[in-house]
């Protein structure tokens, strides 16, 4: 028979348990989350980052932006084979600044909450996209841009500024 006093320890350790468990379910730091683009960026600073994933679906964007002078990225990225050189291809620049397609406009996808581009316009660097329905076979073959859901990890690098952007969108 459990007393008073040992059913308080017993609710309190309870409690405590549930709140360490919880915490065992946190978003991946942002180096991890970075480290999907195939890089290192546990030395690069974190200037900024947002993160509006949640909710039932946990739809969102999460957007990090590193200052990596100093660092090795450049020669990382450089050696990558999937990471491609400048000139973004169309289905980049549609979810990143948007692209006119007939009468159409497609994009952009990946904006603040002003509606302003997360991405500043870059000239010369590299990029990286993963379809993460692809991936997971759910794409089926149909185009990135002609879904009814955008899936993916986006990683651009600023050769001239030396900055990284991570971009990981949910619909």
Not at 117 to 139: H, S, T, W
């Amino acid at each position: 028979m459990v007393n008073k006093k040992n059913r308080k320890n017993l609710l309190l350790a309870l409690f405590i348990g549930a709140l360490l468990l919880a915490g065992c379910g946190k978003a991946a730091p942002e180096a991890e989350k970075a480290a999907l683009l195939g890089i290192d960026v546990s030395a690069a600073e974190i200037l900024s980052q947002e993160d509006s994933h949640g909710g039932f679906h946990g739809d969102g964007i999460t957007w990090i932006r590193f200052a990596c002078e100093g660092t090795d990225i450049a020669r990382q990225i450089a050696e990558k084979e999937n990471w491609a050189p400048f000139p973004l291809n169309d289905t980049v620049k549609a979810l990143v600044y948007g692209i006119e397609e007939g009468t159409a406009q497609i994009g952009p996808y990946l904006l603040d909450e002003d509606g302003g581009p997360l991405i500043p316009e870059i000239e010369n660097g590299y990029y990286l996209l993963i379809d993460r329905q692809a991936e997971e076979g759910k794409a089926s073959g149909v185009d990135i841009l002609h879904r009814a859901s955008l899936n993916f990890i986006l990683g651009i690098y600023d050769s001239d500024t030396d900055m990284l952007y991570y971009a990981e969108m949910d619909t």
